[in-house]
C-alpha cells in the first residue's frame, strides 16, 4: 500500500540504524543495538497505520566528505550505509529511505520538499542514534523548521529508542545521553521514558 504523503498525521524518522555505527567502523559501537528491540514495536505499530509514515535515514560518506574534517572516518560507501540485517526487514515498507551526508537528517537530498508537502502532519517521532548528535541536531532543526512554518507539529523521543557512541575518555555515553536529554527538552522537545503506544 502507497501512503499519501500529504495525508499523514504521524511521522516516524529512524536514524542511522546502520552498520557503520552499530557494527563496523571507526565509531561503531555494538551497543547502540540494545535499542533495536524498542525500536521494532514502534516501526510496527507505525507501518499499520493509515496516517502514519516511516522513514528510513542513514549515514553515507565518502573520502570527500566534509564532515569527516571534524570526525573520524565513518559510514564510509554503501556497505556501511546500509541498515542493521535486524531492522532492514522493515525496509521494505518504509515509505523512503534517505541518505545524508551531514549530522542533520533535515538537510539529507528530498527531507525538507518532502515535509513541505505533510501539511496535515502532527506528531513526529525520532528514534536511532546518536542521542547527541544526529538525533539531537534532527529534533532541533525540526522544531525550527515547523515554528517557521507555523505548524504545530510535535516531536517526541523515547529514551529507550536512542542511543550514543562510548569511546573512554573522549566520548561517555550516559553524560552525552543526558546532555543531549536537556538542550531537547529546553528546545520543546518532547522525551519520554519509554515507547507507549498512545504517544504514537
Not at 31 to 54: L, Q
Request: hydrophobic share 40%.
Amino acid at each position: 500500500m502507497i501512503k499519501d504523503i500529504r495525508n499523514m498525521e504521524e511521522a516516524l524518522f529512524q536514524i542511522d540504524m546502520n552498520i557503520g555505527f552499530c557494527e563496523d567502523g571507526n565509531l561503531a559501537d555494538p551497543t547502540i543495538k540494545g535499542i533495536v528491540p524498542n525500536i521494532i514495536p514502534i516501526i510496527r505499530e507505525t507501518i499499520k497505520k493509515k496516517n502514519a509514515g516511516y522513514f528510513v535515514v542513514n549515514d553515507k560518506h565518502t573520502a570527500n566528505s566534509v564532515e569527516l574534517l571534524r570526525y573520524l572516518q565513518h559510514c564510509m560507501g554503501d556497505n556501511e550505509s546500509k541498515t542493521i540485517k535486524e531492522l532492514a526487514i522493515y525496509e521494505e515498507y518504509a515509505d523512503r529511505l534517505f541518505y545524508k551526508n551531514s549530522t542533520c537528517a533535515l538537510f539529507a537530498p528530498g527531507m525538507m520538499e518532502m515535509l513541505m508537502e505533510m501539511v496535515n502532519l502532527k506528531r513526529v517521532v525520532i528514534v536511532g542514534c546518536c542521542t547527541d548528535i544526529c538525533i539531537q541536531n534532527f529534533a532541533i532543526a525540526l522544531r525550527n523548521f515547523f515554528d517557521e512554518l507555523n505548524m504545530n507539529v510535535e516531536i517526541i523521543v523515547p529514551k529507550n529508542a536512542v542511543e550514543t557512541f562510548h569511546i573512554v575518555g573522549i566520548h561517555d555515553r550516559e553524560e552525552n545521553n543526558e546532555r543531549a536529554y536537556t538542550v531537547m527538552e529546553n528546545t520543546g522537545i518532547k522525551l519520554v521514558k519509554t515507547y507507549k503506544k498512545e504517544n504514537i
